[in-house]
């Protein structure tokens, strides 16, 4: 009660006696340190939102960046496009399943090349956090900052992703695998009657690429959120153990 009374108080004083410059600085004040969960001021707020940001993210992208670790990380890994799987029982029907095996593994490698380049994407949208942003993400569900971030960065990580994935693929000769492997199912097709298909490999690993780092975000958020030993920081510890 104490926690309404006051400002109804402290606001009708202030609209009889003071000037509107002095209104305004002293409600700055009392929104600051009254509506902040458990005294928190706004700034500690967003710095608080900003550092987890920060330490997710990186951990995100160091973790999906080294070498094999789209390959080897069940949660990460990139399967054969859906939407040509009868390509990959048709081509392994043939006899190429090795080259199934090897197309596959470059298209991980393509994703890990690709979230090496998110880092100073986040730290633009991170930056651009305001204190609103930062109490909708506190007091939001366990994934608010991740889906802040998916946001806010979605469409510059697209821009980012899609020529470093189409570099990867390249230098690691992906199409070489690709196009015996469609080119057997379309040759095939003519018998089978099924309808031939040519997915965009570019699109596809970019956003693959993205969905496992989101995914290893979310992940990292809901260890700060949770878990007190995630909060690596005395302002990490002081603004989520305050939700």
Known sequence: MKKIILPLFVTALLL?????????????????TIESPSGLTSSEVAAGLKEALVVGTNNAVDFAGKENQFLTTPRLRIPFPEEAEKVKTTAENLGLGSQVDKFEENLNHAAERAVSHAAPIFVDAITSLTINDAFAILRGEDDAATEY?????ETSLRAAFQPEVDKAINEVELTKY????????????????????????????????????????????????????????ELLEKVFSAQ
């Open 178 to 233: 690709w196009q015996p492997l469609a080119s057997a199912y379309n040759s095939a097709s003519i018998l089978t009657g099924q309808e031939k298909v040519n997915p965009d490999l570019e699109e596809y690993v970019t956003g693959k690429a993205m969905d496992g780092l989101f995914l290893l975000i979310s992940e990292e958020e809901e260890k700060i959120r949770e878990n007190p030993a995630a909060r690596v920081t």
């Open 149 to 153: 971030l998916r946001r806010s960065t």
């Open 16 to 32: 009889t006696s003071c000037s509107e410059e002095s209104f305004r600085k002293t409600m700055k004040t009392i929104n600051e």
